[in-house]
């Protein structure tokens, strides 16, 4: 495979086009929703209409507004359906032709789709995932190829500095940063780990970028080997994730056959494999070291860093961890200039952010936002406000590791600093939305339910201090707990947050902080007057004022 | 689980083994485990392949496994207790996998399971005892947008309340 083969493929492949493209949305969300039959229809009646060769009926993935599915767009007529059945697929097509669709529609220049800016998500619900000519037509590998054949490895580095790329798995280490350590460190074997074990709830775009645009996650990671001198690479995923595990398969099957993936890529001394590794559904595998014990075949526990994985990571040899939209903004960095990545986003954060917006509000979905836009456009805007006449009371972001922004506070703009400074964290993009039926202190006893379950045990503060901190919470949600019961709760989790081995310690206390801060007085509502006093010196305690209502 | 998987006589193996021999899927099991060259890191893949074989990893399972891998019976267990997916008992004829996730939380899962519990008459993670339904939660399946989610026998099933499940259900306990 050289550059011209590439061309070729990509010219057949859009000479092949056809007037009308009907796409229709494959992704998981669509498909529990019967998508698949819907295609099965659109086809058929396609055939029956005798129209084969001016309509193509594409398989795509996520097309982003996942509460409206099935989803099917029709190009260039610009309509997109909505709640798509198997019945009135034929009725589609008819309308291609001048009939009339029996299927709902909505506007596809609607805040929800215009505020987004695509750079990770630019090929999700255009190309058709399980299909390598797809992502070629789309320029697919050609960075890998202009990397490999024009740039040194040290020129990479450099690029991905200069982009100001930060990892999106949450923590925001800049990503130029830890290539370099991974590219100057010694070792012969060195390694390529993507993180796509998603577990934090309510975060779905890794499952999205996975199953939308594999082709997007092997081209950068293949771009990350050769700038850090790796020739193996894994893909950790979740196996709650059937289809993006089938999409991975096929798609590097088919980079196999072409040659874009193994020995001597594109003519060049460079090899890299790409193998799947199955997670098993523990949430403290995506901590990086956890992550590679797993990858090892071992219990998933995480080891204190030092040393860091980029000196000794799997098997001892050095590491380059990333998650998978990471990954996925490496091919367009180096397809458009690492100047054009740098001038998008704000002054510490470059580029944009994918987030799941779920929870009690009108348009859940995927979106993709340049860093900094407020909260409030994300979710007033595009997501269109609480259903039903509600009030948006909270946005939660981070999962079980970051913390509940209150309403007042939604003119924060999002970025890594600005979320951190709200005691909540970016995260790796799960956003969920709070109206004011819910209840706060109930949130924080689920994610410290979950966070106590999913400890590896390992560390005493995490194992003993979950359980600890789920049942004093379980108190205060019960009405059986006194404010001495809250003060033993703040002093634990500050105790846990700081003694914690790995990430999912340190954070576990986050939302119970965080509503703490902003919603001290439902949990002070909730609280029973301390017949010992405050201090448990015999003295009465006075009602809390909120009890009394 | 017993005694006897954490330090296996000669005799506990034998019998593991005798019973692998008269069984396909141990076959099966061994080819897989042949692809990946028998290496210790392939363990998780392995415990995959089995559970999609057998349904759970009962103990004979375990011990061919570390048998064959070489690795000591301590190791084979603690990998396969320490993961959530995989199990150590069987399960029903049915599974219905109510997702736990915030975004499903949120929008009503939490009645959705206690209405499933309060029908069937078991807690989540046991199973009916006449065999027919075993009762999951899951930690979030990644279909947050079509929230709250059940996953009926593998099929995700979109929005549901306590009454679309408890409809569902009826179906598999009526049979």
Known sequence: ?549 | MNATIVKPGKKRLQAALDHASGDKRFKILEVHMKRHQFRHDSLIEVLHKAQELFGYLEDDLLLFVSYKLKLPPSRVYGVATFYHFFTLKPKGEHTCVVCLGTACYVKGADKVIAAVQENLKIKSGETTADNKVSLLSARCIGACGIAPAVVYDGTVTPRQTPESALEHIKKWVAK
């Open chain 1, 1 to 549: 495979m050289i550059l011209n083969d590439l061309v070729q493929i990509k010219e057949k492949e859009l000479a092949a086009r056809k007037k009308i493209t009907l796409r229709c949305c494959m992704a998981a969300g669509c498909m529990s929703s019967d998508s698949k039959g819907v295609k099965e229809q659109l086809e058929k009646a396609v055939t029956e209409a005798g129209l084969q060769d001016e309509v193509e009926v594409r398989g795509v993935g996520c097309m982003k507004l996942c509460c409206e599915g099935p989803l099917v767009q029709a190009d260039p007529q610009n309509s997109l359906y909505i709640k798509v059945t198997a019945e009135n697929a034929p009725s589609i097509v008819a309308a291609l032709k001048g009939g009339k669709a029996n299927a709902a529609q909505t506007n596809p220049d609607a805040a929800f789709f215009k505020k987004q800016l695509s750079i990770v998500l630019a090929n999700s619900g255009v190309v058709d995932p399980e299909r390598i000519e797809s992502y070629l037509a789309a320029d697919g590998y050609q960075a890998l190829h202009e990397v490999l054949h024009e740039t040194t490895p040290k020129d990479v580095v450099v690029a991905m500095v200069k982009s100001g790329l930060r990892g999106r798995g949450g923590a925001g280490f800049p990503t130029g940063l830890k290539w370099g350590t991974v590219a100057k460190s010694p070792g012969a074997k060195k390694y390529v780990i993507c993180n796509a074990d998603e577990g934090d709830p309510g975060a779905f775009m890794d499952r999205s970028v996975l199953e939308s645009d594999p082709h997007a996650v092997l081209e950068g990671m293949a771009i990350a080997a050769y700038a850090v001198g790796a020739d193996q690479g894994f893909i950790y995923v979740r196996a709650e994730y059937p289809l993006a595990i089938s999409r991975l398969q096929i798609a590097i099957k088919q980079a196999k056959q072409m040659g874009l993936l193994g020995a001597g890529i594109f003519e060049s001394p460079f090899n890299f494999n790409i193998d799947l590794r199955i997670g098993a559904g523990a949430f403290v595998c995506g901590e990086e070291t956890a992550l590679m014990a797993s990858v090892e075949g071992k219990r998933g526990t995480p080891r204190p860093r030092p040393p860091f994985p980029a000196e000794s990571g799997l098997h001892g040899c050095p590491t380059l961890i990333n998650n998978v939209e990471t990954f996925a903004n490496v091919p367009p960095i180096y397809r458009n200039g690492a100047e054009w990545f740098a001038g998008i986003g704000t002054e510490k954060s470059k580029g944009t952010k994918v987030f799941a917006l779920a929870g009690k509000i009108k348009n859940t979905g995927l979106i993709e936002v340049p860093m900094g836009t407020p909260l409030r456009v994300i979710v007033e805007e595009m997501g269109g406000g609480a259903p039903d006449g509600g009030k948006i009371k909270a946005v939660q972001t981070g999962g079980p590791s970051g913390g509940c922004i209150p309403s007042q506070h939604l003119d924060t703009p999002v970025d890594y600093e600005s979320l951190g400074k709200l005691g909540s964290i970016m995260g790796s993009g799960g956003m969920i939305v709070m109206d004011d039926s819910t209840n706060m202190v109930e949130i924080a006893r689920f994610f410290m339910e979950f966070c106590m379950d999913e400890s590896c045990g390992k560390c005493i503060p995490c194992r003993a201090g979950t359980v600890q901190m789920h049942h004093l919470l379980d108190k205060i949600a019960n009405r059986k707990a006194t404010a001495r019961d809250l003060a033993k709760l703040e002093e634990l989790c500050d105790m846990v947050k700081n003694t914690s081995l790995c990430g999912l310690g340190q954070t576990a206390p986050n939302p119970t902080l965080s509503t703490l801060r902003f919603f001290r007085n439902e949990y002070e509502a909730l609280l029973q007057p301390d017949q010992f006093g405050p201090r448990g010196n015999g003295e009465a305690a006075k009602q809390p004022a909120a009890a009394k209502q």
